[in-house]
Nanobody, 129 residues
């Protein structure tokens, strides 16, 4: 089973930047061999549903939620088994707990929570106005 550990959350003022990291371990590497894995960032604010923010697959294809396009960038370092989310021009509405998710066999990018089997514990991001 894949273990995911997020870090990098914190409190910033509007307009600021943060970089989230997600360290992955326990992969069987099957997903890498068959180029079928997908990793993604989700977020959930109090009283709201979990929403997809950004995703990347084994081919390097990416997708973003409309609300973060042009401000957030997802990337991965396969040598370090780490996923990143660079967040710039942060807004108060970006305040949420951010979760890393992974699926070794999805075969495409996705922002749907139901497509992912492995989840991290989350890291809090708070943006003040």
């Amino acid at each position: 089973q894949v273990q995911l550990v997020e870090s990098g959350g914190g409190s910033v003022q509007a307009g600021g930047s943060l970089r989230l990291s997600c360290a992955a371990s326990g992969y069987t590497y099957t997903g890498y061999i068959y180029s079928s894995y997908c990793m993604a960032w989700f977020r959930q604010a109090p009283g709201k549903e979990r929403e997809g923010v950004a995703a990347i697959d084994s081919d390097g294809s990416t997708t973003y939620a409309d609300s973060v396009k042009g401000r957030f960038t997802i990337s991965q370092d396969n040598a370090k088994n780490t996923l990143y989310l660079q967040m710039s021009n942060l807004k108060p509405e970006d305040t949420a707990t951010y979760y890393c998710a992974a699926d070794e066999y999805l075969g495409r990018v996705s922002l749907s929570p139901s497509d992912f089997y492995n989840w991290g514990q989350g890291t809090q991001v708070t943006v003040s106005s």
